[in-house]
């Protein structure tokens, strides 16, 4: 595996860079409190039924395109910058286009996560007609297994496919006692393609689990920060990295979870919550600024043993700014 990427992969790993800064809210928000990222779970059907995943249930409904219209609505005023759409899978909605293109005429970044197996060549460049900047798509495993499908073997395709596109492409591995052998390996394979990768511990309702203390994942964790050094592209801040390589070796990382202002999550009934796994009766009609600042710095309850990498990522810099300049600013500085 060489450490020299093409031009192309040079400059999509600089943008990937500038795209964490940006959700982290370093730029756009570090002076006031209002949003940054939003997701809104726009179906809770799915093409799959992963053993570890919590996040969508067949007999569910997609939400009313009309109602996702009003969803964005409402995220330009409060003056989010992002909007994800997620499920279940996002490509089963029959008006997951006319999101985007609604998201995009309010000059919102868009972005989904999807599990790939529906992203044909004609649905790609749909996407990119219709304002598509970010898609994460989710590899577990180089060979499926009985707990996930989501295998790079079924899903080669899609990747060299929409890699070739203006898009901001990485990969989210959620790692499991059934594919951290794997994980190595199918990170180096995305390396050898210049395409980033994530890994996220498996969570059961956004809390790790026991098996998240292990050698092995303290090694892997290790392993990627190196690469991430050498220049390899590890979509994932070095803070996120340190937490999860600490919480793998058993200690506890002190941070406030900015769930609720810089980030938040409106699920199919149409309740605003602080993220996923935190049930709520308000509904997002009627949140306003007010609510969205009472989130501002306040604990949680839950950030100490929290599995959730997108508010972690969206609240360090708000609670940790000083341990987030040491562990990614300075670093990347001095190697430039």
């Given at each position: 595996?060489?450490?020299?990427?093409?031009?192309?992969?040079?400059v999509?790993?600089?943008?990937?860079?500038?795209?964490?800064?940006?959700?982290?809210?370093?730029?756009?928000?570090?002076?006031?409190?209002?949003?940054?990222?939003?997701?809104?779970?726009?179906?809770?059907?799915?093409?799959?039924?992963?053993?570890?995943?919590?996040?969508?249930?067949?007999?569910?409904?997609?939400?009313?395109?009309e109602t996702?219209?009003?969803?964005?609505?409402?995220?330009?005023?409060?003056?989010?910058?992002?909007?994800?759409?997620?499920?279940?899978?996002?490509?089963?909605?029959?008006d997951?286009?006319?999101?985007?293109?609604?998201?995009?005429?309010?000059?919102m970044?868009?972005g989904?996560t999807?599990?790939?197996?529906?992203?044909t060549?004609?649905?790609?460049?749909?996407?990119?007609?219709?304002?598509?900047?970010?898609?994460?798509?989710?590899?577990?495993?180089?060979?499926?297994?009985p707990?996930?499908?989501?295998?790079?073997?079924?899903?080669?395709?899609?990747?060299e496919?929409?890699?070739?596109k203006?898009?901001?492409?990485?990969?989210?591995?959620?790692?499991?006692k059934d594919?951290?052998?794997?994980?190595?390996e199918?990170?180096?394979?995305?390396?050898?393609?210049?395409v980033?990768v994530?890994?996220?511990?498996?969570?059961?309702?956004?809390?790790?689990?026991?098996?998240?203390?292990?050698?092995?994942?303290?090694?892997?964790?290790?392993w990627?920060?190196?690469?991430?050094?050498?220049?390899?592209?590890?979509?994932?801040?070095q803070?996120?990295?340190?937490?999860?390589?600490?919480k793998?070796?058993?200690?506890?990382?002190?941070?406030?979870?900015?769930?609720?202002?810089?980030a938040f999550?409106?699920?199919?009934?149409?309740?605003?919550?602080?993220?996923?796994?935190?049930?709520?009766?308000?509904?997002?009609?009627?949140?306003?600024?007010?609510?969205i600042?009472?989130?501002?710095?306040?604990?949680?309850?839950?950030?100490?043993?929290?599995?959730?990498?997108?508010?972690?990522?969206?609240?360090?810099?708000?609670?940790?700014?000083?341990?987030?300049?040491?562990?990614?600013?300075?670093p990347?500085?001095?190697?430039?």
């Amino acid at each position: 595996m060489s450490s020299l990427f093409t031009s192309k992969s040079k400059v999509t790993q600089a943008y990937i860079w500038g795209h964490e800064l940006f959700k982290a809210g370093i730029v756009q928000r570090v002076f006031d409190s209002r949003p940054i990222w939003a997701q809104l779970k726009i179906t809770e059907k799915c093409n799959l039924n992963c053993g570890y995943c919590c996040e969508h249930n067949n007999s569910g409904r997609h939400v009313p395109v009309e109602t996702v219209f009003k969803w964005i609505e409402k995220c330009s005023e409060l003056g989010v910058k992002h909007v994800e759409f997620i499920g279940g899978e996002p490509l089963m909605h029959p008006d997951l286009f006319e999101m985007l293109k609604s998201a995009k005429s309010h000059g919102m970044n868009t972005g989904f996560t999807t599990n790939g197996f529906l992203m044909t060549d004609e649905c790609i460049e749909k996407l990119m007609e219709n304002g598509i900047r970010r898609i994460q798509l989710s590899i577990d495993c180089i060979e499926p297994n009985p707990v996930t499908k989501k295998a790079f073997k079924l899903l080669e395709h899609q990747l060299e496919q929409v890699s070739k596109k203006d898009i901001l492409l990485h990969v989210n591995s959620v790692i499991t006692k059934d594919t951290i052998q794997q994980s190595i390996e199918l990170a180096c394979i995305l390396f050898d393609r210049g395409v980033p990768v994530a890994f996220s511990p498996a969570h059961e309702k956004g809390q790790l689990s026991a098996e998240m203390q292990s050698e092995a994942l303290s090694s892997f964790f290790s392993w990627l920060t190196i690469m991430k050094k050498k220049g390899f592209p590890v979509n994932m801040p070095q803070f996120l990295i340190d937490y999860y390589r600490n919480k793998a070796n058993g200690k506890s990382t002190e941070w406030t979870c900015e769930g609720g202002c810089k980030a938040f999550y409106i699920d199919t009934d149409g309740f605003f919550r602080i993220c996923s796994h935190k049930p709520s009766d308000l509904k997002f009609e009627d949140v306003n600024l007010s609510i969205i600042r009472e989130n501002h710095g306040r604990k949680k309850g839950c950030e100490g043993n929290c599995g959730v990498s997108c508010m972690i990522v969206n609240s360090f810099p708000f609670c940790r700014l000083g341990h987030v300049v040491k562990a990614d600013l300075m670093p990347r500085r001095r190697q430039n």
